[in-house]
Every structure is written in structure tokens, then in C-alpha cells.
């Protein structure tokens, strides 16, 4: 099917590690990502986004890899602090697409 | 605050009740897009505005919902004769008018049927 899913539910992780939250996608036509926070009771945030003519690209604390021959997106958070705790959406968008299409989700815990 | 926003942020109402749902775009943004999320999973979206003509509908968008974008700023999402299943939180994103550009989200509506 064209949905976008998370290898993991949840990810526990301690103050100053380093996160890395999975993506699989399965729409070949797909060329454009995006990673989005969500804290309870609030709309989507956005993170940083990809485009299909790259395989990474680094924001504040963040980097996106994008693997296409594996269908594979994952977010990375650097020195992850409380405050990144929230679900964590990738969403992918096909080049005459108009709709995003979000997996479902991953935890992230980040303790203290 | 320049962001998307959206009224009321949260509405109880009984079954067979009609409600509305506003929702102001980022200013100049022409694309208006509603998404509905139920708890646990992702958004999904229901249908979007390209300044004020309604472009594409989900199948999820059955006939008791309607929205509306009329002079191409905000726009409302009305479910007539909700049902227990049309709780959710409904989101409102805006971006600028083009394909594969970043999605802006608003706080949401949560909407809670009895």
C-alpha cells in the first residue's frame, strides 16, 4: 500500500544522547519528506524537510538521511534534551501530490 | 503570532448535533489544507483549498461534511449530524500554493461526540 510507517513505536533515551527515529515508505513515487514534532494537544511542527535529489540535510541539532534504494528516512537528534520529548511524524508527498501522508508515529522520551 | 490558528480549540457536543471549525491560514498563504487525527495515529487528510476553489476531497470527507473557503483567507469545516465517530482532533495546515512545499499546522480543533 502507499503509507508511511515507523520501525518503532517508541524510543527511550537519555539527556544528552543521541536519537534516531526510523521511517520506511513504501510509494516509490514519493520525492518529498517531511519530519514534524508533536506535543501533546498541539498541531504538527515542522522539523525539516527532504527532497528526493538528496541523502541528507542537517538542521540545529537535527539531520535528515534519505536512503532511496531502501525506501528509508531517519531523523536524527543530537545532544537530545526533555524538551524534544513528543511523537515524532515523517510524511511524504509525491511530486503532483497535494495531500501529505503521515505513518504513524514515534515516542520519544527523553529522561533527565 | 503569524501562524495558523483555529477556533474553537476544543467542542463537546452531543450526537446529531451540526458544528463548525474555523481555521486562519498564515497570512498570503494560498493553499489551506484539513486533516483529521484520531489518537494514536497520524493525520490523515480530508481536502484542500487552493485559494478559494476546493481542489481535492478525501474519501474520508463523507457527505456530512463541508468546507468552505470563500474570499480565500480562512475557511470553515462544518460536520452536520456528527456521530460518536467523528471525534478527533481536526487540523488545519496552510503553505505558500505549490506542490511539495512545507505544511503549516494550526493547534487544532479537538472535537468530542457524546
Known amino acids: 500500500g502507499e503509507s508511511v510507517g515507523l520501525h518503532l513505536p517508541t524510543l527511550s533515551v537519555q539527556e544528552g544522547d543521541n536519537s534516531i527515529i526510523n521511517c520506511a515508505y513504501s510509494?516509490?513515487?514519493?520525492?518529498?519528506f517531511i519530519w514534524y514534532k508533536q506535543e501533546s494537544g498541539k498541531g504538527p511542527q515542522f522539523i525539516i524537510d527532504i527532497r528526493s535529489n538528496m541523502d541528507k540535510r542537517q538542521g540545529q541539532r537535527v539531520t535528515v538521511l534519505l536512503n532511496k534504494t531502501v525506501k528509508h528516512l531517519s531523523l536524527q537528534i543530537a545532544a537530545t534534551q526533555p524538551g524534544d520529548s513528543a511523537v515524532y511524524f515523517c510524511a511524504e508527498n509525491t511530486h503532483a501530490g497535494t495531500a501529505l501522508i503521515f505513518g504513524k508515529g514515534t515516542t520519544l522520551s527523553v529522561s533527565s | 503570532d503569524t501562524g495558523v490558528s483555529q477556533n474553537p480549540r476544543h467542542k463537546i457536543t452531543k450526537r446529531g448535533q451540526n458544528v463548525t471549525f474555523r481555521c486562519d491560514p498564515i497570512?498570503?498563504?494560498?493553499?489551506l489544507y484539513w486533516y483529521r487525527q484520531t489518537l494514536g495515529q497520524g493525520p490523515e487528510f480530508l481536502t484542500y483549498?487552493?485559494?478559494?476553489?476546493?481542489?481535492?476531497k478525501s474519501r474520508l470527507l463523507s457527505d456530512r461534511f463541508s468546507a468552505e473557503r470563500p474570499k480565500g483567507s480562512f475557511s470553515t469545516l462544518e460536520i452536520q449530524r456528527t456521530e460518536q465517530g467523528d471525534s478527533a482532533m481536526y487540523l488545519c495546515?496552510?503553505?505558500?500554493?505549490?506542490?511539495?512545499?512545507?505544511?503549516?499546522f494550526g493547534p487544532g480543533t479537538r472535537l468530542l461526540v457524546l
Open positions: 510509494n516509490s513515487a514519493s520525492d518529498y
Open positions: 483549498f487552493q485559494n478559494e476553489a476546493q481542489l481535492e
Open positions: 495546515a496552510s503553505s505558500p500554493g505549490q506542490n511539495q512545499e512545507t505544511q503549516y
Open positions: 497570512s498570503e498563504h494560498n493553499r
